[in-house]
């Protein structure tokens, strides 16, 4: 269980206690149990993997993207709208392997995906645009990274919604997939990071990586 606040103690009005509360509540509730993490901010209940900060200062700053919050913490009691999805990971030791965000934008060269394949990182994450394009330069410089044996992940830098390969030109979501790249569904590329982290350390294959992440990125 997770909670925090956006006004420090100090302040006259201040979040953090109310949160506090909701949280333990949330923890000590019967139903709360075998939900995994979850993180509790102004009532409302998210689920790990799911959550988002949306907002640099609200008091309920958090969402949980297409899903909508996994429940809500009443005066009288605490409810869950939908069921958690958990598929949890199991590592017996733990490698920090270098894995790297690239984002890309409009004017974007791919300096950056040729340094890191120079410094003969691990992983790449692609933060592509829509469901999940870039432009040829970059396309040019993944193909480089995936015959350097570096696994390189999409994702998208859209709110919502998920990567998918749809367009054949390249630098499009299917010339990425033939290239080798692996999409990571509707997770954002801060998590879609740390989920090729740990399959580095399971040592998930390529063969199998897109497999691995289709189910972790429900």
């Known amino acids: 269980m997770i909670t925090g606040a956006q006004r420090s103690g100090s302040d006259p009005w201040p979040d953090g206690p109310g949160n506090i509360a909701a949280a333990v509540r949330v923890a000590s509730y019967i139903q709360s149990r075998g939900k995994g993490v979850m993180v ?14 949306a907002h640099t200062w609200s008091l309920d700053p958090f969402d949980s993207r297409d899903k909508g919050r ?19 990971l199991k590592l017996n030791e733990y490698i920090d392997y270098p894995v790297e965000i690239v984002m890309f934008y ?21 933060e592509a645009v829509g ?32 990567v998918m390969p749809l367009y054949a030109y390249a630098g499009g979501g299917v010339s990425l997939k033939k290239a080798g790249a692996v999409f ?3 997770l954002p590329s801060s998590k879609a990071r740390l989920l090729l982290k740990f399959a580095l350390n399971l040592n998930i294959s390529h ?10 990125c429900n």
């Open 70 to 88: 996994l429940g809500y913490v009443y005066p009288d009691k605490v409810v869950y709208y939908r069921n958690s999805q958990r598929n949890p």
């Open 106 to 126: 409009s004017g974007a060269d791919a300096k950056m995906i040729e340094f890191l394949v120079s410094r003969k990182v691990r992983g790449i994450v692609i």
């Open 131 to 162: 469901p999940g394009n870039v432009n040829d330069e970059f396309y040019n410089e993944i193909v480089k990274a995936r015959a350097a044996g570096i696994e390189v992940v999409i994702t998208t830098h859209c709110y919502g919604g998920r």
């Open 207 to 216: 063969e199998d990586m897109q497999k691995f992440f289709d189910e972790h």
């Open 40 to 53: 509790v901010f102004s009532n409302s209940i998210h689920q790990g993997k799911e959550i988002h900060k």
């Open 184 to 186: 990571a569904g509707s």
